[in-house]
């Protein structure tokens, strides 16, 4: 009974140290609620909104994707926060700068009213490829880099040419769900992505996909081991992984029926 109290202490003291953070929001959403605060007329915290999210995106300029006519932006890559607040029956969009030097109100909008599609060019620009040329469908963006193990899309074969062209003749194919190797890319041409390939010892270009398509795609990660409940038998063999700053216990581990902590 005491080691739970104990437990329950420690857990009680991690929700409090926690703040946002326990609620998986990073520190710069503080920022966000604060200018949202001033906006609105009245403290807001993130309790009081119906819905929130954030992301973290790279943006060419200083404007993190909202400039305003008549100001100019060091041009220079900014990395910032995304956070996308609903309050009120209302979108909040605030960018906020990874050296949490200022917000910027994006953009707000009716969180009834439909999301816009993005334009094409937003959907499949790819900073690994140049700008198409007049006339040319746009690039894709990649899931995949060199290194990695990928597959080839349960319903499609993958021709391995030996040129990166459509035209190139080929060189072997790779079943539908077959697993091979990435060796470079990609190469951009005429709006297809190639990769370099070997599978079955034969080197070749692999083509990710266009039009929004993919033929190709990341291989799954390995599936983890199955839980094993701590025995008698098996407790010796029990590693170490982490500690909690503060640890009340040296140890913590939960008996098989998961119903207490020793």
């Not at 993005?118 to 620009?125: A, D, H, R, T, V």
Request: aromatic share 10%; charged share 15%.
């Amino acid at each position: 009974m005491c080691k739970r109290i104990w437990f329950v202490l420690l857990v009680v003291m991690l929700i409090i140290v926690g703040g946002v953070q326990a609620q998986g929001a990073p520190e710069p959403i503080n920022d966000a609620l604060a200018a949202l605060s001033a906006q609105v007329g009245h403290t807001v915290t993130i309790n009081d909104l119906s819905w929130w999210m954030w992301r973290q995106e790279v943006f060419p300029d200083a404007s993190l994707g909202c400039p305003k006519e008549g100001q100019t932006y060091a041009q220079v890559l900014t990395t910032a926060y995304v956070f996308e607040l609903t309050y009120n029956g209302i979108v909040y969009d605030y960018r906020v700068p990874l050296d949490r030097t200022g917000v910027i109100l994006c953009s707000q909008r009716d969180a009834n009213a439909p999301t816009p599609t993005p334009p094409l060019e937003e959907q499949y620009s790819n900073t690994l490829c140049p700008p198409p040329e007049a006339g040319e469908p746009p690039y894709m963006r990649t899931r995949l880099v060199a290194g990695i193990q990928a597959r080839v899309v349960r319903g499609y074969i993958g021709d391995v040419r030996q040129d990166a062209r459509p035209e190139a003749p080929v060189a072997t194919q790779i079943p539908g769900g077959a697993d091979f190797e990435i060796l470079a890319g990609p190469l951009c041409h005429e709006g297809a992505l190639w990769w370099q390939t070997v599978y079955n010892g034969i080197t070749g270009w692999v083509q990710e996909g266009q039009d929004g398509t993919f033929f190709i795609e990341p291989k799954a990660p390995n599936p983890l081991p199955p839980l094993i409940a701590i025995t008698v038998d098996n407790a010796a063999a029990l590693t170490e992984l982490a500690q909690l700053e503060g640890n009340i216990q040296p140890a913590l581990d939960f008996s098989p029926d998961s119903n207490y902590l020793a």
